[in-house]
Nanobody, 127 residues
């Protein structure tokens, strides 16, 4: 099975950019569909972005389309989330997730289909 460790979070101002990393170990990420979720205090964990195991498909929450980009490096066994034009309401704990079962369509947004999760990295956006 795969282990996931997120990094790259921090405190930024509104409009700034951050790149989050999700380093995988134990298995190659080419065997998994990968995703990012986020959870703010008192809120449900919500879908942000996903990439298929082959890298050919990406999916985004409507709120981040055009500003966030999910990618992955097979050589580094790492997934990334590039976040531009960050907003204060996007302050949250950001989690990386992996699914060994192939996903399709809207299922990418469903938390329960992801069997593997990292511990999260905090992103704080000040106004």
């Amino acid at each position: 099975q795969v282990q996931l460790v997120e990094s790259g979070g921090g405190l930024v101002q509104a409009g700034d950019s951050l790149r989050l990393s999700c380093a995988a170990s134990g298995r190659t990420i080419s065997s998994y569909d990968m995703a990012w979720f986020r959870q703010a205090p008192g809120n449900e964990r919500e879908f942000v972005a996903a990439v298929s195991r082959g890298g050919g498909y990406t999916f985004y929450a409507d709120s981040v389309k055009g500003r966030f980009t999910i990618s992955r490096s097979i050589g580094k066994n790492t997934a990334y989330l590039q976040m531009n034009s960050l907003r204060p309401e996007e302050t949250a704990l950001y989690y990386c997730a992996a699914s060994g079962a192939p996903l399709s369509g809207g299922v990418y947004q469903t938390k329960s289909v992801y069997a593997y999760w990292g511990q999260g990295t905090q992103v704080t956006v000040s106004s």
